[in-house]
């Protein structure tokens, strides 16, 4: 019944972890466009398996794994370093600034 030698395993262990990443730390991405965030899964998705079918499972996940570094080095350290809450995204205004986002969000908060 539950068999983990298909592609399927890999489709799955990638779309249960980006799930589970926008679930938890989806307020960072909440001005990005969904076609860039659809485009970001679907890639990810092509490379995974892409990799399973020419080098294995094994290399796939490593690379998947290893793809994890520079998301838990701009989260624990770049973030902090610039006085922003590497969970929360707090303070809101530091954190708009730092990914260049029009801080027009702000004006219909404060009315």
Not at 39 to 65: C, D, E, H, N, P
Not at 81 to 89: H, L, T, V
Request: glycine share 6%.
């Amino acid at each position: 019944m539950w068999q983990t030698d298909s592609l399927w395993f890999e489709v799955a262990i990638v779309s249960i972890t980006i799930t589970l990443g926008h679930i938890l730390l989806g307020h960072f991405e909440e001005r990005t466009i969904s076609v860039r965030k659809f485009l970001k899964y679907i890639m990810s998705l092509i490379k995974v398996v892409g990799l399973s079918l020419l080098f294995g499972r094994t290399v796939a996940l490593m690379f998947f794994a290893i793809s994890f570094i520079p998301v838990l080095y701009i989260h624990l350290v770049m973030l902090p370093i610039k006085g922003i809450n590497g969970w929360s995204g707090e303070p809101k205004s530091k954190y708009c600034e730092y990914r260049k986002w029009s801080k027009e969000l702000f004006k219909d908060e404060k009315q």
